[in-house]
Structure formats: structure tokens, C-alpha cells
């Protein structure tokens, strides 16, 4: 059980409480283990509910949502769990080190902090935190402590999903206040681990989701076209226009 994680959707939808429309509808598809796959879709789409059906944080209304031909329920969602790597768009903070940031969870004294600065590189957060915070890795952060930009924390909260080397790596907007040039190397970096990790992506620029092995267009909840994004630019006008 979840050691191939592929990941199944198998005519699920999902209904929120007393909403009328479906937030997902009769969605059907695969992602294969390794494989990189793109969320695009405009303002309430549907992008953030299917990465909570992802992460267990939701169950689906209808259908199945499985990995490794399993369902996931109230009995493996823990093992689940534990393979995933997640960005959300805030990164939270805690009042500490940045070592222990991006080691979130981990035991000041069992920190490996060769994989903290490992992790940091890749995700381009490295060369700030040595060159431009007075004590380096030891710098407070968070309430008490210095102050990171948005699209700091972004990168300290991509480090933090690194750090356990998860099998799937889940990033909902993950780099939407890094710079193109940022942004760019970021995703380089990660992708160069993708040939082991699976890596789903939400964004609203498409400059994010490029490279990806798969993109998914969802609508209204529903999956209204997919492929990579050169078939996407040349048969759907929808999505070139996404793309201005
Ligand atoms: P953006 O993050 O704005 O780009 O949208 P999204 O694609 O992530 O959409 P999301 O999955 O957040 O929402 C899909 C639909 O479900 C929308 O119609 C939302 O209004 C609705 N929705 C989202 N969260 C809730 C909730 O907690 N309760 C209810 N009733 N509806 C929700
Ligand atoms: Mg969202």
C-alpha cells in the first residue's frame, strides 16, 4: 500500500455543505508516480478543494479518490499523510530559528542541518539567509524576530516541505510572490528531483505550470480540458488567452 503512489480519480465529485453546485464534478483522471501536474483554472475553479481531497483534509461526496489502488479513508489517511510535501499559499511562521523553520516539527538537537541548507538551495532561499540576516541559520524568526517578505516565507515554506523528502510534493500557489526570474529557478531545482517525486502545482500563472508532464483545466469544477501545455495553447483559445 502506497508505495507506487498513483494517484486515482474515479468519477468523484464534491458538494459542499448546503452549496448548490458541485465545487468538483464526475472528475476522472491519473497521476502517475514521478509524474508533474499543473492546476490551472480560474477563481474558484475547484484548484484548492482537489488538493484538499489530496492532502484527506476532505472526503469526496461521490466517487473515489484512491492511491495505489487504494482508497483513502479514515484508516490510511495518516500513512498518506506522511508521503505529501505541502505549500499552501501563507506559510505559517513560528517564533524560532530559521533552521527550525524549515525543520518544522523536528527537535532542535536531532535537526540535520546539512539537509535544512540543502533543502534551503534549492528552494533559492540559501544565499539570502547567509548573506543578508545577522546570525544566518540562527536567526529569529516570526513574531519576535525579523520580519520575512511574502515571497521569503514562500521559499522558507518550500525548504520546510523538502526537508522529509516527501514522495508528492502539493504546492497551492506556492510561488505566487516570487519573481519570474525566482520562480523560474525554484522550479528548475524541484523539477530536477522530479524524476522520483510527483509534483502538483496550482497556479494562476501559467509561466508556472509549463513544464509540467500534465495540465489540468478545471471550470466550474469540472475538467474541461487536459494535456501538456503545448497542446493546450494550440487547440483551446481559453487557455491561450490564460496565457496573455
Ligand atoms: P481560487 O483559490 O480563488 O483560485 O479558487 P479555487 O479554484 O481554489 O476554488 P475553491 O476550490 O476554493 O472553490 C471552489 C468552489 O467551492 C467555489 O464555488 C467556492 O465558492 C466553493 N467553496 C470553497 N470553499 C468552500 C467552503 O468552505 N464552503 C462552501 N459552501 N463553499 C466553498
Ligand atoms: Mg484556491
Redesign the pocket.
Known sequence: LLVNHSISFQNLSFF????EKP?LKNLNFDIKKGSSIGLV??????????VDLILGLLEPSEGEFKVDHAIIDEKNTRQWQKSLGYVPQDIYLVDASISENIALGIPVEKIDQSQVEKCAELAQVHDFILEELAHGYQTQVGERGVRLSGGQRQRIGIARALYHDPEVLVFDEATSALDNVTEKAVIEAVNILSHKKTIIMIA?RLSTVKNCDQIIY?EQ?EIIDSGNYQELIERNPKFRNMAI
Open positions: 459542499y455543505e448546503n452549496a465545487a483554472g480560474s477563481t474558484g475553479a475547484g484548484k484548492t478543494t482537489l494562476h478545471l469544477g
